[in-house]
């Protein structure tokens, strides 16, 4: 059912978005009086699930759910018509309108997302405001894994600036530690140290996926596992537990840490229940684990969270801003993959790691914040100068602006293929990278 519900949510976003980007290419081009024969959802070779004429354009749903498209005539596209392309050129077809015309239609699709990214984001600062954990509401520092270890971080090291930048929320340090090119900042002891960003650790916490930092916390008894040890010793869900063989520890990591230090050895834990002080004594088993995992409380509950609410007015450039923020970071992530020493292309993922993006539940805030962040993802793309895409077109457009020559018809026919093959090249490997990624 989970599945269902994230592939549902999956379909919607994709669709929303497909239809909206199309449209910002089908009205210039009906603007410009140029004719539309197709606007499709979803690629339809050799059958559609749904198609209607109405006036000149056919309107449908495809089968193959890898985008959609609009068929302009007289242009050279993914439909590859050469047979429309040997006639003579009509008022109505898009290679005989102005260079600028011409321009805006291939622009419009890109315009869209944008927009609509900056529109989402708008909405969702209105109605559910921001919430975030400045940095200076942590205290007592941060937990490392093993991973982030090999950058040289440490539990309770705090994470203040990434390359000289200061950083301002919670959130923000996973990302920033990935992107970082040269050091980052830690307050460790009341102290600043600085560490050299190695491309090669970065290289582990990509191919681990890794967490890399999170919050500390008191360990408040939430559950047992079903071989647990401290359960049978008396410990019960709801305990506070305060200390080690009589030495106060104040956070779930320190346990996690020594415990396993004691293995076939008798410790002692210091709890609170009902107010009341108790201990509780039990022998740890060879693999150092007492069964215990903690819950009861959200982890952000032990901190001051602060919510941001936006009017109207203010939503407007906090979208705004939101937008420019999502776009530059996920340019610099992009400019990782090209990284071979982090290896990140081996984790670029296709529609399996995109769909599990979304919540197992039906989640609306997630959901409007996930597609805004695939709207511009999806603008980005497309306005990369690679043919097919419509930054492709864009260039030779631009091309013809320039030097006052319009791109031959075979030279636009070779570079359609050539832009087909690498697309085709990069789904593969975003997809197999997925299928690889299950087993």
């Not at 497909?18 to 690629?43: D, N, S």
């Not at 440490?154 to 929320?169: A, N, P, S, W, Y």
């Not at 830690?186 to 491309?199: H, I, T």
Request: aromatic residues 12%; hydrophobic residues 45%; proline residues 4%.
């Amino acid at each position: 059912m989970d599945i269902l519900i994230q592939a549902a949510q999956f379909i919607l976003s994709l669709s929303l978005l497909i239809v909206l980007h199309e449209f910002g290419h089908f009205i210039p081009a009906k603007l410009f009086k140029t004719k539309v024969e197709k606007f499709y959802l979803f690629f339809d070779p050799y059958f559609s699930l749904f198609k209607k004429k109405i006036g000149d354009t056919e309107y449908g749903i495809g089968w193959l759910p890898l985008g959609g498209y609009v068929k302009i005539a007289g242009m050279v596209d993914e439909s590859m018509d050469k047979e429309q392309l040997a006639q003579e050129p009509q008022p109505w077809e898009f290679r005989t309108k102005p260079a600028w015309q011409r321009l805006i239609i291939m622009v419009g699709g890109v315009t869209v997302n944008v927009i609509l990214a900056i529109l989402i984001y708008t909405g969702m600062m209105m109605y559910y405001g921001e919430e975030y954990l400045p940095i200076e509401n942590i205290k007592n520092g941060l937990v490392v894994d093993e991973n982030a270890q090999q950058l040289g971080l440490q539990t309770g090291d705090l994470v203040v600036e990434v390359d000289g930048k200061k950083i301002e929320r919670f959130s923000a340090i996973p990302k920033e530690i990935l992107l970082s090119e040269n050091t980052i900042t830690v307050l460790r002891d009341g102290r600043r140290v600085e560490l050299p960003v190695d491309d090669g650790a970065k290289k582990e916490l990509i191919a681990e996926q890794s967490t890399m930092v999170g919050l500390r916390f008191p360990y408040l008894v939430g559950e047992f596992t079903d071989t647990s040890v401290a359960e049978p010793a008396g410990l019960q869900v709801g305990d506070s537990i305060v200390s080690l063989n009589g030495k106060e520890l104040r956070f779930f990591d320190q346990y996690v840490e020594a415990i396993p230090n004691y293995a076939n050895q008798e410790i002692t834990l210091g709890l609170y229940r009902e107010g009341n002080f108790k201990e509780v004594s039990m022998t740890v088993p060879e693999h150092g684990k007492i069964g215990v995992r903690p819950g009861g409380r959200s982890i952000l509950s032990y901190y001051d969270v602060e919510t941001k609410k936006y009017g109207f007015l203010a939503a407007i450039p906090a979208g705004f801003n939101k937008s420019k923020t999502v776009l530059t970071d996920y340019i610099r992530q992009f400019r990782l993959i090209f990284n071979t020493e982090t290896e990140a292309y081996k984790q670029v993922g296709g529609f399996i790691t995109i769909g599990k993006q979304f919540d197992t539940q039906w989640n609306w805030q997630r959901f409007w914040g996930f597609t805004a962040f695939l709207s511009i993802m999806l603008a980005f793309l497309n306005i990369l100068p690679i043919p097919a895409l419509d930054g492709g077109h864009v260039v030779f457009v631009l091309w013809e602006m320039v030097t006052g020559r319009k791109p031959a018809e075979k030279v636009l026919e070779y570079a359609q293929l050539v832009g087909f093959v690498i697309l085709l090249a990069l789904i593969v490997l975003a997809n197999g990278n997925d299928i690889l990624g299950l087993f």
